[in-house]
């Protein structure tokens, strides 16, 4: 398995806070994807990372925020909460942008 | 109309049934992956591929680029390929992933 892992795994927020989720690797792989994962919708491209301080914004990034100062880390800011961001929350990597993604455990947040 | 299109939604089959499950798209790609999801919650990445077909153990995936469409199948299933089998596209105009929605497949014993 690719070392990848994401936290926290679960959290309960309230609405107006900040959130952060980290995303680890030990691969080093260049590129980094975050994504969410709602019931009726495939995964849905929040923002990516084609290297360190490289990010572009995916088809829902409206609300998030994203930084990447270290090959191993990606983190996903969500700057004041809401309900329509709870969801699940998975992390992915590859060595090329259109190759084999290997993805973390994913993490469950709750905003109420 | 969604660009990646998976059928069937849902899907129940007993043991040692052979499965199929389709993925048509609509635009011009470079690749196509299958991945499964398992009732957990992981995703892991099943095959990636360009044209022809591809084969791991029971899994078996073939992509048809004229007819934009590609198939996964599992032959002599067993209830612990019971998961959310998702196709993704790679855009070939700008390598961007479109995802299907998944098929939930449950294998009965």
């Known amino acids: 398995d690719a070392g990848i892992t994401q936290s926290p795994r679960h959290k309960v927020t309230e609405t107006g806070t900040p959130v952060t989720l980290r995303c680890h690797q030990t691969?080093?792989?260049?590129?980094m994807y975050w994504y969410r994962q709602d019931p009726g919708h495939g995964l849905r491209l929040i923002h990516y990372?084609?290297?360190?301080?490289?990010?572009d914004k995916g088809e829902v990034s409206d609300g998030y925020s994203v930084s990447r100062s270290k090959t191993e880390d990606f983190l996903l800011t969500l700057e004041s909460a809401t309900s329509s961001q709870t969801s699940v929350y998975f992390c992915?990597?590859?060595?090329?942008?259109?190759?084999?993604?290997?993805f973390g455990p994913g993490t469950r947040l709750l905003v109420l | 109309k969604n660009e990646v299109e998976q059928s069937p939604q849902n899907l129940t089959a007993q043991e040692g049934e052979f499965i199929t499950i389709n993925c048509s798209y609509s635009v011009g790609i470079s690749a196509l992956h299958w991945l499964q999801q398992h009732p957990g919650g992981g995703i892991v990445s099943l095959f990636m591929?360009?044209?022809?077909?591809k084969k791991h153990g029971r899994l078996i995936a073939t992509i048809n680029i004229q007819e934009k469409h590609s198939s996964l199948h599992i032959t002599a299933s067993h209830p612990r390929d019971s998961a959310v089998y998702i196709c993704?596209?790679?855009?070939?105009?700008?390598?961007?992933?479109?995802w299907g929605a998944g098929t939930k497949l449950i294998i009965k014993p």
């Open positions: 691969e080093n792989h260049r590129y």
């Open positions: 990372s084609y290297g360190v301080k490289d990010t």
């Open positions: 992915a990597i590859s060595d090329l942008g259109v190759g084999t993604q290997y």
């Open positions: 993704a596209v790679v855009v070939d105009s700008n390598y961007q992933l479109i």
């Open positions: 591929l360009s044209s022809g077909k």
